[in-house]
């Protein structure tokens, strides 16, 4: 158990090496103290016993503990992996010895270790080709060539990323997958090449990086990533031109538009001039072999529909999105491959569990080094590059490799979570024991015509890079978990989102005609700009969506209307008979009475009668003093009246001329004309002129398209 001795049989490196025991996925000092308070001994039973039987005696003995109860009962619920503690991390007594760079030789000749099938590590041969000095400013790169048999076939694998590189030196016998000094890390590659080529990250640069991994314990307030609002404004544009987007006057994308510029205006900023730039991603794109780029981490990202809408997403931040048979649902491993005895050494694989539950998203990559304190070295390239980091890792497993003519990658899996990233880095990444991430519960609930309801469960981890599109994925996935929505169908999206310091956003819509990705794109904007923008950076608390499938497309144009009178004094109601066409269906006949404000002067006034597709156009666009935000309570204001309109309503505006000024926010009517002027000028832009609109809401049972316009003679009696 948990001091049982580990040896490693497939790297000989001289090193003795001793096992890390593995933590609960809370305090380990005050889940040992409540056992300790319970009678429960942990050590003489598995995980998931112990965690039952802990949560139903901290109910009964503590019920004010009900939170850390439930947390428990959740994560058990979830598929929390069966293991037993000890084994976890394989740790030596010393580092491994390492080759510095000074002493690396064009022909010199080693091996790496990596995972192809299971969890066996395995060695392939390399040869130096060449040592690139100052690559980077005062930074190497050392270049190998992979002669193995299987890499001739495959190339570079995307997946095999920090598979650790020895060298033998000149009279040290060379036996395959034995000693040598470890250089670092498999870490770039070249898409389409005709031979095997790697960039290794000098290890001497990673190990550099562990010396920051305890930073954590002394920084206040440690955990919150710096994530630059740039980058949300350019995944904003990525999204506006999806396909699964709608179209370009939907009130999704006027929700998408609004909530970009209102970034750029707290920012001042502009919309980025190449906002696909794949910076990252470039070894994937065919076309652009010359580019060498740090090797993607391949990703689960469900089914093939699932890839297609998501992968444009993640693929600029470094990862592959990988689709599985059936999606990416959670489960047991494959035969043979046992979580108990999978450890975490040179060459395993390092998962990094995202979203997990009913799915399993993750990414992977390998081991490179583990450090005497503990620190576990992979990647050998940066997975976000932010510094600090908050990410589970857990051990792995490869289903199998997949070679492509581009670049090949491994098809992957969890086993069991065992502690954190804490540092994200441009040689590699850092983990440790610690568990400092937290993750958010997500319930999805799918209504489809003729099934029974399904409930699907998630837990979610707050990383501000990829929250908003994991939790997008799981919502998706869901709704297409059984099978795909009907072709002519009505989606009825209520959900739920709370996010840190008690905001709450709440949206209820209809959509008609669309795919699984409506929900999902009525979701995005408001959980992307909560996560990350300029004022705080919100962690998501829980979620909870549900949407309702029926078979029929409900949805209705205006194609005419008559006002009943153009004539109308102030205080007085006018009707308005709108002809709604309804798809493949009758035209109907509904009539609306529109009221006028009491304090109108006599004029003519432009009077729209509309859906929410122009609406949310007009009422956005005519009140741009709305858009500008001063703190998160501002922005989440406007974020939640952009959620506020409806698709199923119809409704009607009139546009009053300009009175007063909008100073920022602070709306200033009936200015005297003098102190408007001193107010706007070139030197003061946040003074625009008021514009004052009079609208009315109609709900009605079908999604409202199209408008019409009139214009409305107001006469005092």
């Excluded at 029974?452 to 908003?468: D, F, G, I, R």
């Excluded at 309109?645 to 009175?659: K, N, V």
């Excluded at 408007?676 to 049972?701: I, K, Y």
Aim: hydrophobic share 40%.
């Amino acid at each position: 158990m948990a001091g049982q001795e580990v040896t490693d049989h497939t790297h000989d490196s001289g090193v003795s090496c001793h096992p890390v025991p593995r933590r609960r996925l809370w305090s380990s000092q005050r889940a040992a103290a409540s056992a300790e308070d319970l009678s429960i001994d942990p050590d003489e039973v598995l995980v998931n016993t112990f965690l039952a039987e802990y949560a139903s005696k901290l109910m009964s003995h503590h019920p004010h503990r009900f939170f850390l109860a439930l947390l428990t009962a959740g994560w058990l619920y979830l598929g929390a992996p069966t293991y037993v503690y000890g084994q976890a991390i394989v740790v030596p007594d010393e580092p491994a010895a390492a080759m510095p760079i000074e002493d690396i030789r064009i022909g010199m000749t080693g091996y790496g270790m990596t995972v192809f099938h299971g969890t066996e590590i395995e060695p392939f041969n390399v040869v130096v080709v060449s040592v690139i000095p100052n690559s980077v400013p005062g930074r190497s790169v050392i270049w190998v060539r992979c002669d193995d048999p299987r890499m001739l076939v495959s190339g570079p694998v995307q997946g095999m990323s920090g598979s650790p590189i020895y060298l033998w030196g000149e009279d040290e016998p060379k036996e395959l997958g034995k000693g040598g000094k470890l250089i670092g890390a498999f870490a770039f590659g070249y898409s389409e090449s005709k031979v095997c080529m790697v960039g290794v990250q000098p290890i001497g640069y990673m190990r550099e990086s562990a010396t920051r991994a305890h930073a954590h314990e002394d920084a206040a307030g440690a955990g919150r990533r710096g994530v630059s609002t740039q980058h949300v404004i350019e995944m904003l544009g990525r999204i506006e031109q999806m396909p699964q987007a709608g179209a370009h006057d939907s009130v999704s994308q006027v929700r998408l538009r609004a909530v970009r510029d209102v970034l750029l205006k707290a920012t001042g900023g502009s919309v980025p001039g190449d906002i696909n730039n794949p910076s990252r991603a470039s070894v994937n794109v065919p076309g652009r072999s010359a580019v060498v780029s740090p090797m993607m981490l391949p990703i689960s990202l469900g089914s093939s529909d699932a890839v297609e809408l998501f992968a444009p997403l993640v693929e600029p931040m470094g990862l592959l999105g990988v689709a599985s048979q059936g999606g990416s649902v959670a489960g047991a491993p494959p035969h043979g491959i046992d979580p108990a005895s999978t450890t975490i050494k040179p060459g395993s694989v390092l998962a990094i569990p995202l979203a997990y539950g009913d799915m399993d998203l993750s990414a992977t990559g390998t081991v490179t080094d583990v450090l005497p304190g503990g620190e576990v070295l992979a990647f050998g390239h940066p997975m976000f590059g932010l510094g600090e980091s908050r990410v589970p890792m857990a051990t792995g497993y490869v289903h199998f490799v997949m070679p492509r003519q581009s670049i090949s990658f491994k098809s992957s899996g969890t086993l069991t979570p065992l502690g954190t990233l804490v540092r994200d880095e441009g040689a590699g990444v850092v983990g440790i024991e610690e568990t400092l991430y937290t993750a958010a519960p997500v319930e999805v609930t799918v209504n489809m015509p003729g099934l029974e309801p399904q409930t699907y469960h998630y837990q979610v981890v707050n990383e501000p890079m990829l929250s908003a599109i994991l939790v997008a994925n799981v919502v998706y996935s869901s709704v297409e978990a059984i099978h795909g929505v009907p072709s002519e169908n009505t989606m009825h999206t209520v959900a739920e989102m709370r996010f840190s310091g008690g905001r709450v956003f709440k949206l209820d819509t209809l959509v008609a005609g669309g795919s699984a990705a409506n929900p999902v794109m009525e979701m995005l904007t408001p959980l992307s700009i909560m996560t990350i923008n300029p004022y705080e950076q919100l962690d998501i608390e829980s979620i909870k969506v549900n949407v309702d499938v029926e078979h029929g497309n409900r949805m209705a144009t205006i194609v005419g209307a008559q006002l009943e009178r153009s004539q109308v004094a102030p205080g007085e109601t006018v009707g308005v008979m709108l002809e709604l066409q309804h798809y493949e269906g009758e035209l109907e006949t509904r009539r609306i009475e529109i009221q006028i404000p009491k304090d109108l002067e006599e004029g003519d006034y432009p009077l729209t009668v509309s859906g929410a597709n122009a609406y949310s156009s007009l009422k956005i666009g005519s009140q741009p003093h709305l858009s500008i935000t001063r703190n998160i309570d501002d922005l989440a204001d406007f974020i939640q009246e952009t959620m506020n309109f409806r698709y199923d309503a119809i409704y009607s505006t009139i546009m009053l001329p300009p009175e007063g000024l909008a100073f920022g926010r602070t709306e200033m009517a009936k200015l005297p004309s003098s102190r408007a002027a001193m107010l706007t000028s070139p030197t003061n832009p946040q003074a625009v002129p008021l514009m004052r609109l009079v609208d009315q809401t109609f709900q009605a049972d079908t999604v409202v398209l199209g408008q019409i316009g009139f214009t409305l003679n107001v006469r005092k009696p």
